[in-house]
């Protein structure tokens, strides 16, 4: 279904009926720019300046909606009123016409009849003086000037200004988007960040402790009984460390409280110890140098969620962690027992393997778990240089 024009502007209907009441008030009263004895008046009937008078009235409705038509009859109605004793309301409401036009036309319109009209007001100006050969003919450009030139570039310099505006509103607008975009990635890479640190940070303590307390019911042993309690006094103990430091940070609104410590590849030897404790049988082989803060911190978070996954799933069997750098690469394995069917002595959430396949990625490296050979393998290859490319805000 086509769509209608839209309807004329509440206030074009005003200057309409206001300058159609006007021109006929000065008719009423007498007051014309011109007499009927003047040589250009051709058309000296005494209504004969109603008549242009309605025919720009008419257009002012237009101005909005359709500028050009009624500049074109705005046009004919000015030309009109140059054969009759004239009205000056006519001329005012051409001139509004004219601005409009420039205002509210199509931009080609709005650059071209600014050059129009000021071609017409130097041909207007220097063609009669030169035909006439009276300098005073000059005042017939001026008029034209007046009457045409002069709206037409009042609308061009509104329009140029209202678009300038519109452009800066525009650019506004899309910086706030942009910024809100950016709030909003940040807002989701730290959230992922928190949900990586605190599953790498607790979920250790509590597989133990869902482990050992399994073991201390299940066996009928008092000595079994005490060491299975001992290992989940510590592993809970620790844990609520962790998860009270962690809601202290993120309560905190002052900034104060800084986090721990960042995790090195020198704890390692500490971090297997503990793996130990909880039964695991663990056996370190690290054979790296220096590398970049980011990649030692993926490194050992990756064989933190490694070695808690092999407390939780791991067959019988020792656990080896190896590292390796070599070709600007530090290479991290993790190898455990595995053996399919074998029901999990702790229940997980699926989120581990995800965050060490995100913390990899976050530093432009790979990783892959599965089983290789009977074991079930874990690797991840984390790259030691460009690491500035890769932001170490997205690093917990």
Aim: charged residues 15%; contains cysteine.
């Amino acid at each position: 279904m086509p769509l209608l024009p839209p309807g004329p502007h509440r206030h074009d209907v005003r200057i309409a009926v206001g300058g159609l009441l006007g021109g006929v008030l000065l008719w009423l009263l007498g007051i014309h720019p011109r007499v009927p004895s003047d040589s250009l008046v051709l058309w000296a009937a005494p209504w004969a300046p109603l008549v242009p008078l309605a025919m720009t009235a008419a257009c002012e409705p237009l101005r909005r909606t359709r500028p050009h038509i009624g500049l074109a009859i705005g046009t004919l109605a000015l030309t009109l009123d140059t054969v009759t004793v004239g009205s000056v309301v006519t001329v005012v409401l051409y001139t509004d016409l004219m601005y409009a036009a420039v205002l509210y036309g199509t931009p080609s319109s709005a650059r071209r009849i600014p050059w129009i009209t000021g071609l017409l007001t130097v041909l207007g100006g220097v063609a009669p003086a030169a035909l006439w050969r009276d300098p005073q003919a000059l005042l017939i450009g001026v008029g034209v000037g007046v009457v045409a030139l002069a709206p037409a570039a009042t609308g061009w310099v509104v329009r140029n200004h209202r678009d300038a505006a519109e452009a800066a509103r525009l650019r506004a607008e899309q910086t706030a988007l942009l910024a809100e975009m950016d709030r909003t990635q940040a807002i989701t890479a730290e959230r992922a960040g928190m949900a990586r640190e605190l599953h790498d940070m607790v979920a250790n303590h509590l597989s133990a402790i869902a482990i050992h307390s399994t073991a201390a019911l299940s066996l009928d042993d008092p000595q079994t009984s005490r060491d299975a309690l001992s290992v989940i006094r510590e592993n809970s103990v620790k844990g609520l460390a962790e998860m009270r430091r962690l809601i202290g940070i993120l309560r905190d609104s002052s900034g104060d409280l800084e986090p721990a410590a960042t995790p090195t590849l020198d704890g390692l030897a500490t971090l297997v110890k503990g793996a130990c404790a909880n039964g695991l049988d663990v056996r370190l082989e690290a054979g790296h140098g220096r590398v970049p803060a980011p990649v030692e911190l993926a490194a050992y978070r990756i064989v933190q969620e490694s070695l808690t996954n092999a407390l939780k799933h791991a067959a019988p069997g020792p656990v080896r962690v190896a590292l390796r750098q070599a070709d600007g690469t530090l290479h991290v394995s993790v190898t455990s027992s595995y053996r399919p069917g074998d029901t999990p002595r702790a229940p997980g959430s699926g989120s581990g393997l995800t965050g060490m396949r995100e913390r990899a990625a976050l530093l432009g490296g790979g990783f892959s778990a599965g089983p290789v050979a009977g074991l079930w393998t874990v690797r991840a290859t984390l790259p030691l240089t460009d690491t500035e490319a890769h932001s170490e805000g997205d690093l917990p």
